[in-house]
């Protein structure tokens, strides 16, 4: 056992949105490692915090008519909510949006100035003069500077993965209203990375816990060159403003796993002990866990930042994969964008925790969450294997000797059990929970056999002492595989424990000495999953909506109310009717490009034949049609959600999709709808209410 005092953490989760099925990845992995640790009697503690500065939050925050405070408030509550649904136990988990936070970044920072490695410049940036201010990297939108790919952000393409400035993007446009942005500048503050290229290959090379590949990631990186990085960022911002500062604010990056101390900090506070013995002295161990997008930061910067203010260094970070979910990554049009809360609704969290488990390994590998396989491992191996053969020794036992444990004689199988245990400890301790999951199911194949070769229901005819033999050494071994199951699934063998009427278990009872012991009343532990309806596709997915424009308009011949209008949609024409003849004249539609189902089911009306449907926003007195410079015939989404391919939707169909109109924009939940090369659409006349 370590005498070290460790601190584990997972990267925290931003407080802009809710938690699903990947991040629960990362925080699976590491409460099943904490909890392990733990149960070996080690003094280790997680902590975590929500993540809470930065321009989404604020610009979120403001579409939602609320303060960032409230916004970030909401999603704390969301976020502790489920988690602790999915037995994710935090020592502490706090928020970067505390006065901790600000007196430990405001430290690191003035440390880091003392040091020389702090300056300011002045920098050309991206600046939105209709919205009046400063875009970060990802607020700017355009064509990437080396491949061309259309709609790329303003950091990195997602195509050639070319890194740039913002200001080096074609074409940009600002996120936030659709316009061209020009430039600015402004004097910004840098850290000197660079000033520590020597201690960071030091520490990369001579740290023998590191994974080899994600080292040689980060090595080939330094041997390029370290770059100065920008730490700071314009108003308006929702972040802590750097000392001596009004209009300047440190970037989301520098506080956000400053973080880690704080929730430390708060955790030492309540229980009257020392943050310092984690971050300063020679007793303390930081292993981090975090996911393979943010090597960069964890790596470099942070471990820079922390020797420059002498703070201790992490000893592990173990970098996982991303979840894909049948083999693909995660999307709302696929229906396989899975919320924490989605999943909740309808399985057990045992469930997942035991098939995140078997899967995870100590390499940055993905993880593909295939529901036929997750459905089949866990009623193989969880259930059909393990909480069977669970239930069926304490029910036999309870049934034909009162529930009273007897002496077991089977050195050979004990000896093999106890030994196979060892693994699953040692499997644990370096993050291999697939092996230890692997190595459970095996002893857990050990007692299945024994039981069924023994046959004590048979046995119990002639030889009633040997049937109690056999099935004391099964139920033994049944409280020995809830302990080496309890990282995994806590409630689970928590409630193993009580049908045995045992106290807290944890590794010191890995052992075969329950003689005399009497269980309580037993019961199945976990039913099997019968069918799975998480994959739920977005409605909007089905909607083909594209720019039109409308080449003539006039009045239906049989309904005063009903415009007839033919239009150009790209390589096609149509015809529509729409009954917005009360706020727009013939000379008004004509020439104007508009958005349109494009493939809504063909309609009679009054006699013509509309093909598909013209969107506009109405309230009480006024009615004003969605519009953009786009050409006819472009696609309009949202992010994050594609076009399925659905050929024809009935209206019922279109109805399930809920848009709203605000700020003279069309919203779908809180995205903006935009045409597929990022124009901005509008919404003609100032409206609020629903799109109809």
């Known amino acids: 056992m370590s005498a070290k005092k460790t601190v584990v953490t997972s990267a925290l989760p931003y407080a802009n949105g809710p938690i699903h099925l990947g991040h629960l990845v990362e925080y699976i992995q590491t409460d099943i490692f904490v909890r392990a640790r733990k149960l070996q009697g080690e003094d280790v503690i997680y902590c975590c915090a929500d993540d809470t500065h930065g321009t989404p939050i604020e610009i979120n925050a403001a579409r939602q008519g609320i303060s960032p405070q409230e916004l970030i408030e909401k999603y704390f509550h969301e976020h502790r909510r489920d988690f602790a649904d999915f037995e994710i136990h935090f020592d502490s988990f706090y928020s970067t949006n505390s006065p901790e936070n600000k007196e430990f970044s405001d430290l690191i920072f003035s440390r880091l100035r003392e040091n020389g490695d702090i300056f300011t410049k002045d920098v050309e940036l991206t600046y939105c003069e209709h919205c009046l201010r400063f ?12 491949c061309g790919a259309l709609d790329q952000y303003g950091d990195n393409c997602e195509k050639c993965k070319f890194t740039y ?14 316009h061209p942005p020009g430039r600015k500048t402004s004097l910004h503050y840098f850290f000197k990375l660079g000033n520590y290229t020597d201690r960071l290959r030091c520490w990369l090379v001579d740290n023998p816990h590191l994974q080899e590949e994600i080292r040689n990631y980060i090595l080939r990186w330094i041997d390029e060159g370290l770059r100065d990085w920008d730490i700071s960022r314009d108003a308006p911002y929702f972040g802590f403003p750097i000392q001596g500062e009004t209009d300047k604010f440190y970037y989301v990056w520098l506080d956000a796993p400053i973080g880690y101390i704080s929730s430390t900090r708060h955790y030492c506070t309540r229980l009257g002990q020392r943050w310092e013995d984690y971050w300063l002295e020679e007793t303390g161990r930081i292993i981090h866990f975090i996911g393979k997008d943010i090597i960069y930061f964890h790596f470099l910067f942070w471990p820079a930042m922390l020797m420059g203010a002498g ?23 696929r229906g396989t964008y899975i919320t924490a809360r989605d999943y909740l609704e309808e399985l057990n969290p045992a469930y997942l925790r035991y098939y995140y488990a078997a899967n995870l390994s100590p390499k940055m590998a993905d993880i593909d969450l295939n529901l036929d396989d997750f459905k089949n491992r866990v009623n193989g191996e969880l259930i059909g294997n393990f909480a069977n053969f669970a239930n069926r020794s304490l029910t036999f036992l309870a049934k034909n000797f009162d529930g009273r444990i007897g002496d077991v004689s089977e050195p050979e199988l004990q000896g093999e059990v106890l030994r196979r245990a060892d693994k699953v400890r040692e499997a644990y301790n ?49 409280r020995l595989l809830g302990i080496l199951l309890k990282p995994a699934l806590p409630r689970f063998c928590n409630r193993l424990e009580r049908q045995m009427d045992l106290p807290h278990q944890d590794f010191s009872h890995l052992s075969f000495d329950l003689s005399g012991h009497t269980i309580s009343d037993p019961s199945p532990l976990l039913p099997r999953i019968d069918q799975i309806g998480l994959i739920r596709k977005d409605p909007f997915a089905s909607v083909d909506l594209r720019v039109a424009r409308i080449e003539t308009a006039e009045s239906h011949p049989k309904a005063d109310k009903l415009v007839v209008m033919q239009i150009e949609l790209g390589t096609e024409k149509r015809q529509l009717i729409a009954g917005i003849r009360h706020a727009y004249t013939d000379e008004e539609l004509t020439g104007r490009h508009i958005v349109v189902v494009a493939n809504l089911k063909p309609a009679k009306l009054r006699g013509l034949e509309s093909q598909g449907m013209l969107l506009a926003a109405s309230s009480d007195t006024a009615l004003g049609l969605l519009t953009t410079d786009a050409v006819p015939g472009t696609p309009v989404r949202i992010a994050g959600i594609e076009y399925d391919g659905t050929p024809e939707i009935s209206i019922d169909d279109f109805m399930k999709v809920s848009l709203s109109a605000r700020d003279g924009r069309a919203w779908y939940g809180q995205s903006a709808l935009q045409t597929e090369d990022g124009r901005e659409i509008e919404v003609h006349r100032r409206v609020e209410g629903g799109i109809k």
């Open 135 to 146: 875009l970060p990297d990802r607020y700017v939108r355009g064509e990437c500077p080396s």
């Open 430 to 478: 370096r993050a291999d929970f697939r092996a230890a999951i692997r190595e459970i199911m095996e002893i857990s194949d050990i007692g299945n056999r024994f039981f069924q070769e023994k046959a004590p229901w048979a046995l119990i005819k002639t030889d009633p002492e040997a049937a109690h033999r056999v099935v004391s050494f099964t139920v033994s071994l049944v």
């Open 311 to 333: 703070f201790n260094l992490p000893e592990r970070l173990l970098v996982h994969g991303f979840l894909n979910v049948n083999g693909e990554k995660m999307s709302k049009s």
């Open 165 to 178: 400035a913002p200001t080096d993007l074609v074409n940009p446009r600002c996120v936030i209203c659709g």
